[in-house]
């Protein structure tokens, strides 16, 4: 399952350095902006301690963590919407996302120059917004013009579809995200996927300074204030710190640092975490003497779907799926105890997978 979260903000607030603490790859960071002209890919492991629980019980050859792509888009300008400053590529970048990671600089520091003067969180979140809200003002009303046509030859579904999509042009155009809009499925099925930015669920991390990493400041208050009513998840962190902590090469190293500043685990892991749950999504292990693996699925995934993400022929041969609660795995220690203790469960076709179940299929083809 490709996931992809975007990296973006204005530049010069951290978003490369950030990057480079998340993946193994070394995206080009400096203190000017347009840094980044192509998007670094990184794929990111996401932590789960379960995983590394059941490892110790099965002892199996190898362990295979699940995962999420994280894109740096270099950093968007006023007048990206109509091409300034690489505009329209960066834009597109972003397109290709399930969902959008918005860095806000939120630290004071005159060493490193802001591309509007001066650090105002607020002002350049509202910058970024009004540019993918723009982009997608042009992509709906590109749309709009086809409606209409069609809505001409009295068509009740064209009419309705017309309908909609006036109501996407009047939300955009009162300056809202279109994730801000209350409309049904069946209306969003209606008109089919345009691939609008502001629809995708967005996390925004604000990057601070040292002192502010545990508790934040008042530029991250203001976000916090500013966001109140969206659909969104906020987190802070200091890249500084996490750059750190990127380079020391221990386990126990690492623990050390973050004791001494009061953390309790590095702010990216806590940022991939939240990345995994803005995109709702959920874990299933299996665990064999071969290999214990960590899968990705959507939240609400039946069994033969979630099959299907090993393979295709697991979902088409779909006989049953064998379950075994975590908690159960670990308390009993190994699949044998389970199933002497009645705790493994034969499930069929409308099982709904569980985050975290432990799961073998069967199948045929």
Not at 47 to 56: G, I
Not at 214 to 228: I, P, Q, R
Not at 284 to 300: H, L, M, S
Request: charged share 30%; aromatic share 6%.
């Amino acid at each position: 399952m490709a996931l992809k979260c975007g990296i973006v903000g204005l530049p010069n607030v951290g978003k490369s350095t950030l990057f480079n603490c998340l993946s193994s790859a070394k995206a080009q960071s400096a203190n000017f902006p347009f840094c980044t002209i192509e998007p670094n890919i990184g794929v990111i492991t996401v932590p789960d301690e379960r995983l590394n629980k059941l490892s110790e019980l099965v002892n199996p050859e190898r362990i295979m963590p699940t995962t999420v792509e994280i894109v740096d888009i270099a950093g968007l300008v006023k007048g990206a919407s109509k091409g300034e400053g690489l505009g329209n590529q960066f834009l597109g970048n972003i397109r290709e996302c399930n969902a959008i990671i918005h860095v806000l600089r939120c630290f004071d520091d005159g060493n490193i120059v802001h591309v509007d003067g001066s650090v105002d969180p607020v002002r350049d979140k509202d910058v970024i917004d009004m540019e993918l809200q723009l982009k997608d003002l042009d992509t709906v009303e590109k749309r709009l013009d086809k409606a209409k046509k069609a809505a001409r030859t009295g068509d009740k579904e064209a009419i309705k579809i017309l309908a909609i999509i006036e109501k996407y042009q009047s939300h955009l155009e009162a300056g809202k995200s279109i994730r801000s809009l209350d409309i049904d499925e069946e209306s969003v099925k209606l008109i089919g996927d345009m691939q609008l930015l502001t629809e995708k669920p967005v996390l925004y991390v604000c990057n601070v300074d040292e002192v502010s990493a545990v508790s934040g400041n008042n530029h991250t208050k203001a976000v916090e204030e500013l966001v109140k009513d969206e659909e969104c998840e906020v987190m802070y962190l200091c890249a500084g710190i996490e750059s750190d902590i990127s380079e020391l090469e221990t386990y126990d190293e690492k623990q050390m640092f973050l004791e001494e500043l009061g953390l309790e685990e590095p702010g990216v892991s806590h940022l991939i975490k939240k990345a995994y749950k803005l995109l709702d999504l959920e874990t299933y292990f299996t665990a064999g003497v071969k290999e214990v693996r960590a899968w990705t699925i959507n939240a609400g995934m039946k069994a033969p779907q979630a099959a299907g993400v090993i393979h295709t022929d697991f979902e088409k041969g779909f006989i049953r799926a064998e379950v075994i609660k975590y908690n159960d795995f670990v308390e009993l220690g190994s699949e044998a105890a389970c199933r002497e203790k009645g705790k493994l469960n034969v499930e069929g076709k409308e099982y709904v997978v569980q985050d975290g179940d432990v799961m073998h299929f069967r199948f045929n083809v």
